[in-house]
């Protein structure tokens, strides 16, 4: 995968991944949340509530709207894929950001497209957890 696959809407969107929210943005987060949304999107799932369930579908709409091809990675491996994500996911936005801008681009799309599958994965376990509660009798 290289950038240049990358529509210019999906490239500026991974960008501002790195960057931190405007004011407009910073106000409608929690104090705790004022970070990079990279940051936000690398934070795994909690104890299993309602809140969890909103911040997960929160994180699945942020990568959705990335509008990455679906064939992004069709010409490399899931195993390296995983390895691109893996070596982002360690790194502090900081470091992400010295990167050049294809090797930043590349890592950030691996890290997108597997965390929208893992975040995917959340929310069905969210829907067989409260189906299991819902149908245990009280």
Known sequence: MT??????????????????PNDAEAKAMPTQQIQPLFSVLKTDLGTPNLKQVFAEIEKLEL??????????????????????????????????????????????AAFARSRQFEVTDNAGGFTALFDSQNSNPR
Not at 4 to 20: F, P, T, V
Not at 72 to 90: G, Q
Request: cysteine-free.
């Open 63 to 108: 990568l959705r709207s990335l509008q990455l091809p679906i064939d992004l990675f069709k010409s490399v491996s899931n195993k390296v894929v995983e390895n691109l994500r893996r070596r982002l996911a360690v790194e502090d936005v900081s470091e992400i950001r010295r990167h050049p801008l294809e090797l930043k681009l590349t890592l950030l």
């Open 3 to 20: 950038a240049h696959q990358l529509e210019l809407e999906s490239r500026a969107k991974l960008l501002q991944l790195l960057e931190m």
